[in-house]
């Protein structure tokens, strides 16, 4: 890696003086002395470049600080890219290389959250899991060393106590038993010292690569984090492999002496010709890992599957029902899915809850004492969490049994509402995002004055709350504590917004009421593209569910119609 004393100052040298450079600018690609620093940041054409120290610079991995901005063909800097080739594209580029490819994206929208992606989040939580998972290996390997040390001492005893059962004629064939006693202790040391050795390695550069990423968050560009997050990732999986690779090779077995002792030990003198056997025994391993952010499995689980963009969803319509009745009038607003059971539950607006099966035949209606029921979600396999267009307050319902479990009372009336961990939150009119600790019922405001509108819906994901705004023409992305990460309004597409609901790659499906569409919007809040219109039947939707599980979505529609989808 280049120190201070390398790098020069670029605008010094073009006048033919050398100078050692103190500052770096990534989007000039020169270093700067403290003199052409003032100069540079005075110039309306480079005051808000990046410029970082060139102690900060020489901390970026070599892979970051080798990415360019212009283009090495043109020599022009890049303005585009290219998601059919994958990469970065000057004016000139464009039409020399890339005039037939669709959906040519300015470079400047899509690096502006390259830092705060979920990419970047999901390998820096996959680098800790993988840390995790070697620090549990090495102690459990530890505790298997502990305890092959006590099977040892075990067999050693019961050797002894038989020994003094018989004579002397046993003296050769006892040094023979604790010689191979030993010997396999040894191999199984040796054994567990290579994997703690190969464990050693690997989180030396899991450490190398959490550092990487660390920096590259302080101190790199825009589009070095952008390009160079793909570097990592690469690293990452490459970490993940060899992970999955130790325990494909059985390092993980739980290792175990076994000793056999002989039942005729007794008539050693004239029929026994050895002490017994020793050996090792391999078990099912019992460490548990975390090997997905959200889930403990065992470490054969398998690596989950990259992230589906927006451009590459499909769906196919499994079944579509109308559930309007001759004297009876429906309007489904609300709906989930049980993911167990694949069971729907939907809101009639004007009858109470329709559970649908998941053929999409009904299974039952259950009436409610509440009026106007809004939205609906689950809480456990037979209760379900109901919000109330007119009466302000959540039900809490037993589908089972149709009978009311709970009441938790609102100031305003209430739309959408999600449960997930032990809480729910709900967008009560004219308040806000309020958080709900169940079963006890504590209330707080977590995100004040974002439910203005008694049509304002929201779900949430294990790390963030995924928010439409129905008058404002919008979607807004929150963390946990109710931060605001990103915000959707592109009015061309995106209008009056009800039911909100997310796949596993994180991307946010949308009800776009105001235009009879379902949108779907990247997990970054970047861009969206109209996946379901009036050409698919589309009327007066309301509400949008996904049963990640099974791959399925579902929507609502104020005229009474449900359709089941396939993601694909």
Not at 246 to 259: A, H, P, Q, T
Not at 345 to 374: F, M
Request: proline content about 3%; overall charge negative.
């Amino acid at each position: 890696m280049s120190t201070s004393g390398d790098i020069v100052c670029g605008v010094c040298e073009v006048e033919h003086i050398t100078k050692d450079a103190e500052h770096w600018c990534p989007e000039c690609e020169q270093g700067l002395c403290s003199n052409c620093l003032r100069y540079h940041n005075a110039l309306k054409s480079s005051r808000n470049h990046g410029v970082i120290s060139i102690d900060n610079y020489n901390q970026l991995p070599p892979f970051i600080t080798n990415i360019k901005q212009y283009c090495p063909d043109h020599d022009r800097k890049f303005t585009n890219y290219c998601p059919q080739h994958e990469s970065l594209c000057c004016p000139l580029c464009i039409p020399a290389n890339h005039k037939e490819c669709h959906g040519i994206l300015a470079l400047e929208e899509i690096i502006k959250s390259s830092k705060t992606s979920t990419l970047l989040q999901s390998m820096e939580q996959s680098l800790k899991d993988i840390k995790i998972n070697m620090n549990k290996i090495t102690e459990n390997k530890k505790q298997n060393l502990v305890k092959i040390k006590s099977q040892k001492q075990k067999f050693h005893d019961e050797i002894k106590k038989m020994r003094k059962k018989i004579n002397n004629h046993l003296d050769k064939l006892e040094q023979q038993i604790f010689q191979d006693l030993s010997a396999q202790e040894e191999h199984a040391k040796l054994q567990i010292e290579n994997i703690l050795t190969k464990v050693f390695e690997n989180t030396e550069k899991v450490d190398m690569l959490q550092n990487n990423i660390t920096t590259v968050k302080q101190y790199a560009s825009d589009l070095q984090t952008f390009l160079g997050t793909k570097t990592i990732q690469d690293e990452v999986q490459r970490q993940e492999k060899a992970l999955q690779t130790i325990f494909d090779d059985g390092y993980v077995d739980e290792v175990s002496l076994k000793c056999n002792l002989d039942d005729k030990i007794t008539e050693i003198l004239c029929t026994i010709s050895s002490f017994g056997k020793v050996s090792i025994e391999l078990g099912p391993p019992s460490v548990v890992i975390k090997m997905d952010k959200d889930k403990q499995a065992q470490i054969g689980s398998k690596i989950p599957a990259q992230a589906k963009t927006i451009h590459d969803i499909k769906l196919v319509v499994q079944w579509k029902i109308n559930t309007q009745e001759k004297d009876r009038m429906t309007m489904i607003v609300g709906a989930c899915i049980n993911t167990s059971t694949g069971d729907i539950v939907l809101t009639d607006y004007q009858n109470g809850l329709l559970i649908l099966n998941k053929d999409g035949s009904i299974h039952k209606k259950i009436p409610l004492s509440s009026s106007y029921p809004a939205d609906v979600t689950f809480i456990d396999d037979r209760s379900v969490a109901v919000s109330n267009h007119e009466s302000y307050c959540i039900n809490i319902i037993d589908i089972r049994d149709n009978a009311s479990k709970k009441t938790i009372n609102t100031t305003n009336c209430c739309s959408g509402v999600s449960y997930r961990h032990g809480f729910l939150l709900y967008a009560e009119h004219k308040k806000g995002i309020c958080k709900v600790e169940l079963p006890n019922s504590g209330k707080t405001l977590l995100i004040p004055k974002r439910a203005d509108n008694s049509w304002d819906y929201l779900t949430m994901s294990d790390d963030k709350i995924y928010h439409t705004m129905h008058e404002q023409d919008k979607v807004c992305c929150y963390t946990m504590s109710g931060e605001k990460i990103w915000e959707y309004n592109d009015t061309t597409i995106l209008k009056e917004p009800i039911g909100v609901s997310f796949d596993k790659s994180s991307n946010i499906y949308v009800v776009s009421n105001g235009n009879n569409t379902i949108i779907v919007i990247s997990s970054e809040g970047n861009f969206a593209r109209c996946i379901l219109g009036k050409e698919e039947g589309i009327n007066q939707p309301c509400g949008i569910c996904i049963d990640i599980e099974r791959n399925n979505l579902v929507v609502s529609s104020f005229d009474g119609t449900v359709v089941l989808y396939k993601l694909t």
